[in-house]
């Protein structure tokens, strides 16, 4: 695989719960099944995918007549969808199968996502009160395999990587009311040695241009503003209709929707980076100003043996057509440290690469193992603690560089999209289309509003401004 989706902090995600503020939007669909007193429970673990798979799911149990609940010891279904990348993130689902095993209850459970993938039957090995095994590239399936848990059946599989088919469903329950995820393509047909992620989702899979321009426009008719397009490599989109568009042209011809605001993609792989894409953000101002690119190592040596496809240089000639845009951009990237065999020279050019390239976020992580990728039966040469000393130098370095040029951003002029509101410090909280976090005195009625904000002070990791008036 090219690159890992960007991972956001792990954390629950359960269906039906909003943030203060928030409000129900208009369904997308045809009304839901009447209630058959039947609840569910969805915690999702990992990416900006898994928590949009997620809600997809939860369109379908809505359409069956679940209900959601926000505890799931008051479900009689409960989903854990998981995320593999990470060692710490695949054991997190044991951790809370374990809490049914020391409680005695038993509801149906549900492994959905990239460990229930890798795992496979062995899952019913190692969590008997498990009832349904069923992996991403399944989830077209899921109709089918509720309705054999529904009529009786103990253990129920869903684990074929066989298919040319994305996951779509009727009815998709979003909870954000102001921005929409939709995903473009699915699976990843990249070789990285250390990613999991062809083996547990499957090959690439594109969703037709007139089939992504029409869920765009029902979201902006719904009043949805922003929309955010997603992929394991969301660049490498293969358009399957007769249009064959480009993920340029894609993304340009999305832009021209009337009534959308802002919209955004991740994550893109260097190697399938082109110049058109710099030049359809440049041309559309609905294209947020902000790539991540994720490079995972300054170092050419690390990227070889990564089998990344490009080298250090390469992956430069993709920052320097950003930066040469008449439009400014921000540029984030993810980076991985202590893989096999990297040198304290090699982790020198990944420091480099940060000095060099100036990024405004990065995300990163000290490498682990996964079971299935070529890199697993290599050895892990690169002690823990130094894995944990490399990392922190970095985070530092980085740290450094986003304090600087978040500073640069004072005393200028943001557009904001307020997505939250804090009580306890009377602040709203927003992203300006670069991807800046900014915090600013509100009110809780502003979530979903855009304002312009003036940024008065700068940290590392967010801005502080004040409302423009009349902005």
Not at 74 to 87: K, P
């Amino acid at each position: 695989m090219g690159t890992h989706p960007t991972l956001v902090q792990i954390q629950p995600f359960s269906v039906g719960q909003r943030q203060e503020g928030e409000t129900a939007r208009p369904s997308l669909a045809p009304a839901p099944a009447p209630a058959n007193g039947r609840t569910f429970y969805l915690e999702t673990f990992g990416c900006q995918m898994n928590v949009h798979d997620s809600e997809k799911v939860a369109g379908v149990l809505i359409a069956r007549g679940y209900r959601p609940v926000e505890n799931y010891e008051d479900a009689d279904l409960v989903l854990y969808n998981t995320c593999s990348i990470r060692e710490k993130a695949a054991q997190k689902v044991f951790s809370r199968l374990g809490a049914f095993r020391r409680s005695g209850r038993r509801p149906l459970i549900g492994v959905l996502g990239c460990v229930a993938q890798q795992e496979g039957e062995r899952f019913f090995e190692r969590a008997p009160q498990v009832s349904l095994v069923c992996g991403s590239a399944s989830y077209a399936k899921l109709p089918e395999l509720l309705d054999r848990l529904e009529a009786g059946e103990r253990r129920v599989t869903g684990l074929s990587l066989d298919t040319d088919e994305c996951f779509e469903t009727e009815i998709t329950r979003r909870d954000n009311p102001f921005r929409a995820y939709l995903t473009i393509i699915e699976g990843c047909d990249k070789d990285c040695a250390y990613c999991v992620v062809p083996m547990t989702r499957g090959g690439e899979r594109s969703r037709p241009s007139p089939k992504v321009i029409e869920e765009c426009r029902r979201l902006v008719d719904a009043g949805y503003t922003e929309i955010q397009f997603l992929g394991q490599n969301v660049n490498s989109y293969r358009d399957p209709s007769p249009a064959r568009w480009s993920f340029a042209e894609l993304l340009a011809r999305t832009a021209e929707i009337p009534g959308l605001k802002r919209l955004r993609f991740t994550t893109s792989h260097p190697r399938d980076f082109s110049p058109d894409i710099v030049q359809a953000i440049e041309s559309h101002p609905v294209l947020c100003d902000h790539v991540h690119l994720p490079v995972q190592s300054g170092s050419t040596r690390v990227l070889e043996r990564m089998r990344r496809g490009y080298s250090r240089e390469e992956y430069l000639e993709r920052i320097g057509c950003i930066r040469r845009s008449k439009r400014a951009m921000s540029i984030s990237t993810d980076m991985i440290v202590g893989f096999c065999g990297e040198t304290e020279e090699d982790f020198e050019e990944t420091l480099s690469l940060l000095d060099e390239v100036q990024y405004d976020q990065v995300f990163s992580f000290k490498y682990s193992p996964r079971p299935k990728t070529a890199a697993g039966a290599w050895a892990d040469s690169v002690p823990e603690e130094e894995k944990g000393r490399r990392l922190a130098i970095l985070q530092e370095r980085q740290r450094e560089i986003q304090l600087r040029r978040n500073q640069a951003a004072v005393g200028l002029e943001f557009e904001v999209l307020v997505e939250g509101y804090q009580p306890r410090l009377g602040q709203a909280v927003g992203r300006t289309t670069s991807n800046r976090l900014v915090n600013f005195p509100g009110e809780p009625g502003w979530v979903g509003q855009y304002m312009t904000v003036r940024v008065t002070a700068a940290g590392p990791n967010s801005l502080v401004g004040v409302r423009v008036s009349g902005g």
